[in-house]
T-cell receptor, first 116, second 115 residues
Framework: AQKITQTQPGMFVQEKEAVTLDCTYD???????LFWYKQPSSGEMIFLIY??????QNATEGRYSLNFQKARKSANLVISASQLGDSAMYFC?????????????FGDGTTLTVKP | DAGVTQSPTHLIKTRGQQVTLRCSPK?????VSWYQQALGQGPQFIFQ???????QRGNFPDRFSGHQFPNYSSELNVNALLLGDSALYLC??????????????FGPGTRLTVT
């Protein structure tokens, strides 16, 4: 069974600084996809970044980058130059199946607070 | 280009009642997945529909059932509501396996309160 672990219930960061949100995963599948989502208080789940298990380069999307360490089964999210609008809940997730199009398994999330 | 839409936004029901939640996928997507998110937790997978059939199911009782229509929209039905069914219900749409896309887009959710 797939499992996602996010060990940081809450994190604080100063505006304009970088922050790393931790995620470790467990799976017996060789092919899988790792995702990070942002969930503001409004509730909508916003896709941030994706890393495929066979991708050799770490994924980047603007201020977001994913530090993928396959041997350690970790997929940490790095947010650079934090902004006040980054304050939200962040979820790490894994998708299984062909094309990583099956069900998603989520962690319990990390609440990020950006301080001015 | 409309994203994933869900209705209603909020819903209050009484224990024992039945509820139907609705979801329209993003244009171009034909697969719909439903998730339950309890307060302070990550979303839990309920089931996934493709070609009007349930393709995958999570660890939820038979009280949770669904349907997908020919236009790819979907309904989630919950019978005999329990207090523990109170949660945010998220719908996500994506392309079917084999179509080469892993992207999954979520709707704004339906917040269900059972009293």
């Amino acid at each position: 069974a797939q499992k996602i672990t996010q060990t940081q219930p809450g994190m604080f960061v100063q505006e304009k600084e970088a922050v790393t949100l931790d995620c470790t995963y467990d799976t017996s599948d060789q092919s899988y996809g790792l995702f990070w989502y942002k969930q503001p208080s409004s509730g909508e789940m916003i896709f941030l970044i994706y890393q495929g298990s066979y991708d050799e380069q770490n994924a980047t999307e603007g201020r977001y980058s994913l530090n993928f360490q396959k041997a350690r089964k970790s997929a940490n999210l790095v947010i650079s130059a934090s902004q006040l609008g980054d304050s939200a809940m962040y979820f790490c997730a894994m998708r299984e199946g062909p094309d990583n199009a099956g069900k998603s398994t989520f962690g319990d999330g990390t609440t990020l607070t950006v301080k001015p | 280009d409309a994203g994933v839409t869900q209705s209603p936004t909020h819903l209050i029901k009484t224990r024992g009642q039945q509820v139907t939640l609705r979801c329209s996928p993003k244009s171009g997507h034909d697969t719909v997945s439903w998730y339950q998110q309890a307060l302070g937790q990550g979303p839990q997978f309920i089931f996934q529909y493709y070609e009007e059939e349930e393709r995958q199911r999570g660890n939820f009782p038979d009280r949770f059932s669904g349907h997908q229509f020919p236009n790819y929209s979907s309904e989630l039905n919950v019978n005999a509501l329990l207090l523990g069914d109170s949660a945010l219900y998220l719908c996500a749409s994506s392309s079917a396996p084999g179509q080469g896309s892993h992207e999954q887009y979520f709707g704004p959710g339906t917040r269900l309160t059972v009293t």
